[in-house]
């Protein structure tokens, strides 16, 4: 399938570099993203700056958590630069304010390349951190003491009275018993300046940016968790699991699925088959979660996982998004409104 566009740049030059459409590869595990991911990395890398794929999965941050987070085997990358992988010690506790300072900064350099960013992930908080506006305000111990010692003397309904003359639409949002969200309102309004509305998500891009989303029916979904779940066990997953926590394993760690079930094996609590189990079927829950997630949002484009033609499909996505972009940069069309898009919506799977 070919486009009058060309989706990697190469027919502008280098007028282009540096602005490229980020393309992000989303929606549930073992649908094949990662596949996708090197597929339109390979299509959209031009002569001297190939594209470069940041990740987006939460767990595939952490070293040594390799066949349990289905992370793509160095041998089998393509030669195509990733970021974001092995990058934290599963001691560690994950930071989504950190993973979005990172993996910003990941995204920086590739356009300061010229080069095309692919972002590829089904952690949707990770994702959306990296490509909307996004804000994470710190904390100030002090602050949060002297409002929550004001909660103690006042009670809670004065500071919720307060959060509604400072900012209407947060209060409007927190119930006027939520003691802990009153507070951490007013402590972010204290240490920005800004109302608390002002710092919550917005579905707005920070960068231009295409989301592609690979879908696939219930049964054929199982079916591939089943078959994955098999592979990792064949792989090697209870060593991997062994090996990571003499190691040292933190909070987060313990809790990735198919490393929580197989811990609980390794202490005794449950048998290795029951542990099989317990991840298939977190596994598929956990797909459900991730469509759930990312079927809310419109600016999604929802491809067939299973279709024979997946890869052109995405790339004239890309080829359109582009178009788009550069229309914007000229000022022959407005900035779109992202929460308003044609992209088709699914909420579940198999819907």
């Known amino acids: 399938m070919k486009t009058e566009h060309d989706p990697t740049g190469a027919q502008d030059g280098g007028d282009r570099r540096g602005r490229r459409v980020v393309v992000a590869v989303v929606g549930p595990t073992a649908t094949g ?11 959209l890398s031009v002569p001297g700056a190939p594209a470069e794929i940041v990740n987006a999965d939460a767990y595939q941050l952490y070293r040594g958590m390799d066949v349990g987070t289905a992370k793509v085997p160095v041998d089998e990358r393509r030669g195509v630069r990733h970021h974001l992988l092995d990058v934290i010690d599963p001691v560690e506790d994950a930071s989504v304010a950190r993973y979005q300072a990172e993996a910003r900064r990941a995204l920086d ?5 010229g080069a095309r960013a692919v972002v590829v992930g089904g952690s949707g908080l990770y994702v959306r951190a990296l490509l909307d506006d996004m804000r994470f305000p710190g904390t100030d111990p002090a602050v949060r003491a002297a409002l929550e010692a004001r ?7 004065a500071l919720h009275d307060e959060l509604a003359r400072r900012d209407p639409a947060a209060a409007a949002s927190i119930g006027p018993a939520n003691t802990r969200r009153i507070v951490r309102a007013l402590e972010v309004m204290e240490l920005t300046g800004e109302p608390f509305t002002a710092n919550l998500p917005r579905q707005a891009y920070v960068r231009p940016t295409v989301q592609v989303g690979l879908d696939c029916d219930r049964e054929v979904l199982d079916a591939r968790v089943a078959g994955r779940v098999e592979r990792m066990w064949a792989q090697g997953l209870v060593d991997e699991v062994r090996r990571v926590e003499s190691q040292g394993m933190g909070r987060t760690a313990r809790r990735a699925v198919g490393y929580a079930e197989v811990l609980a094996a390794l202490h005794g609590e449950v048998t290795e088959d029951a542990a099989r ?11 459900r979660k ?37 229309a914007v940069a000229r000022g022959d069309v407005p ?3 992202e929460a308003d898009s044609d992209a088709p919506v699914r909420r579940s799977l198999g819907s």
């Not at 993203?33 to 299509?43: G, H, N």
């Not at 350099?109 to 390349?113: F, L, P, Q």
């Not at 189990?277 to 797909?287: F, S």
């Open 109 to 113: 350099e590739i356009a300061a390349r």
């Open 151 to 157: 909660a103690e003397a006042e009670g809670t309904r």
């Open 277 to 287: 189990e317990a991840v298939t079927a977190n596994t598929r829950r956990l797909a």
């Open 335 to 337: 900035e779109p409104d």
């Open 33 to 43: 993203k990662s596949d996708l991911a090197l597929d339109l990395a390979e299509r």
């Open 290 to 326: 991730q469509m759930g997630w990312f079927g809310r949002d419109p600016r999604v484009h929802w491809l067939d996982a299973q279709s024979p033609t997946r890869v052109e499909d995405a790339l004239v996505l890309v080829a359109h998004a582009d178009e788009r972009a550069d």
